[in-house]
């Protein structure tokens, strides 16, 4: 559409746009210090100059800034050019390309091609150029008007083609008719850590419970390490709990496994008393943060018989027909201590509300990493509202997708805003 009666819609093209993930959908991804490429195929109708920038801004920011574009493929006359911006900062960056035509430039080129031809008589030419710097210099002011004005007097074939009048001229581009990207695309820009870090995985049991582990850091990060993981950490079932290499019987000093997540101590926001206090693990966050050391929880969406949420909240899982819960299977692998919630209960949004409150409660803790276990059964909506809500206020946190699975669905936890993953699948080209 015309932007105004008296002005037609924009004649270049801008098309193309990169980085960016399925058209926009998601955005692409970057960590602080980055330096991002950016692309757009950029042409217009006849054989006119055309300059491009990318403009961009960061979070919170109103005002844009820009860098200059160039073509990429200019030796076969192509059409694609690449700027590049700084990010310098967290949270969520916008971009977009502006591309107009150089008139001047353009004139010049004319001038230049005509020369070449043996063509002597440019007056009508030459009278062109003056109107056009006429019109810059009523845009730029100053020392460059002066100088605009004053060639424009007087303008000859040898002045026309001046290098330095064209450099003046390009200070001060006439972009009323630019043409912009419809909409500006968005930039997820985390931490480094999100790009990398050294884990280390231990059992806190093994180690005396929090305060032991608390003993150990030092030494993890005297080895590198600067992610340390602990499996969950909550209070374990006693129904159905499994013994020793996966027994369906538990001996007495059988503690269970720790995925099997809930008891009469509490569920997901609880610490299981054998390893320590609320008080231990404040202490433990502590140490790590002087050592320069992140704590990793694992975030299992699972419960044990005994949790609370299956008093508290009966519909948030599954039932048989005869109205038996329904323990998680893999076949030929059976979690008789473990129950999946059901994400299709009526009461999905106090569900998807609760998980969200159990990260939140860590984050508050000073949990700044999150492995989560397997993801790829859980619905793809609910990570990407859970991941945006926390990172809206906590840009910091970072969501790791413990996730063997096929490659669509490990690209689109990607997208959705888990930082890395798992894989066995490195080398992979077939199932087998």
């Not at 950016?38 to 300059?51: C, E, N, S």
């Not at 006359?77 to 310098?88: A, E, K, L, N």
């Not at 899982?317 to 979690?335: C, I, M, S, V, W």
């Not at 129950?339 to 860590?362: H, I, K, P, R, T």
Request: with cysteine; aromatic share 10%; glycine share 8%.
């Amino acid at each position: 559409m015309p932007r105004s009666p008296k002005h037609p819609p924009p004649r270049i093209q801008i098309e193309d746009p990169a980085p960016r993930v399925d058209c926009g959908r998601y955005p692409a991804k970057a960590c602080v210090g980055d330096t991002v490429d950016a692309f757009a195929t950029v042409f217009k109708d006849g054989h006119d100059v055309l300059r491009a920038v990318v403009r961009y801004h960061g979070p919170g920011e109103d005002d844009w800034h820009e860098s200059p574009m160039h073509r990429v493929d200019a030796h076969v006359d192509g059409d694609r050019w690449q700027g590049s911006f700084p990010v310098t900062r967290q949270g969520r960056w916008t971009w977009t390309v502006e591309a107009w035509t150089d008139q001047l430039a353009t004139w010049r080129s004319e001038i230049e091609r005509k020369v070449a031809a043996g063509q002597e008589d440019l007056s009508g030419e030459l009278s062109e150029g003056a109107v056009l710097l006429r019109a810059i210099a009523e845009r730029a002011g100053g020392e460059d008007a002066a100088r605009l004005g004053q060639t424009a007097e007087r303008l000859t074939v040898d002045a026309a083609l001046d290098p330095e009048l064209l450099a003046i001229a390009e200070r001060h581009p006439d972009r009323l008719a630019s043409s912009v990207l419809d909409e500006p695309i968005a930039l997820e820009v985390d931490r480094v850590r999100a790009r990398f870090g050294s884990w280390y995985e231990l059992f806190p049991r093994s180690w005396g419970g929090l305060q032991g582990v608390r003993d150990v850091v030092p030494d993890l990060a005297e080895l590198g390490f600067d992610v340390l993981y602990l499996p969950p950490i909550h209070p374990i079932g006693t129904t159905n709990r499994k013994g020793r290499n996966n027994a369906l019987v538990a001996g007495p000093d059988d503690p269970g496994s720790p995925w099997a997540i809930g008891g009469p101590d509490g569920g997901h926001d609880a610490i299981h008393p054998d390893l320590g206090t609320i008080d231990d693990f404040d202490a433990l966050i502590a140490t790590a943060n002087e050592h320069g050391i992140e704590i990793a929880l694992d975030f299992a969406i699972q419960c044990s018989p005994d949790h609370p949420w299956l008093k508290e909240h009966p519909d948030w899982f599954h039932r048989r027909p005869d109205g038996t819960l329904k323990y998680a299977e893999n076949p030929p692998k059976k979690y008789q201590d473990i129950y999946n919630v059901n994400f299709e209960s009526e009461d999905w949004q106090g569900l998807w509300q609760a998980l969200l409150d159990v990260v939140l409660f860590w984050v508050g803790r000073g949990i700044t990493v999150f492995r989560v276990d397997n993801p790829h059964t859980k619905p793809v909506p609910f990570w990407e509202w859970l991941i945006r809500e926390v990172r809206n206020e906590h840009p910091d946190v970072i969501f790791l997708a413990e996730a063997f699975t096929r490659p669509s669905m490990m690209t689109t936890l990607a997208k959705i805003g888990f930082a890395q993953s798992y894989t066995y699948f490195t080398w992979k080209n077939t199932k087998t």
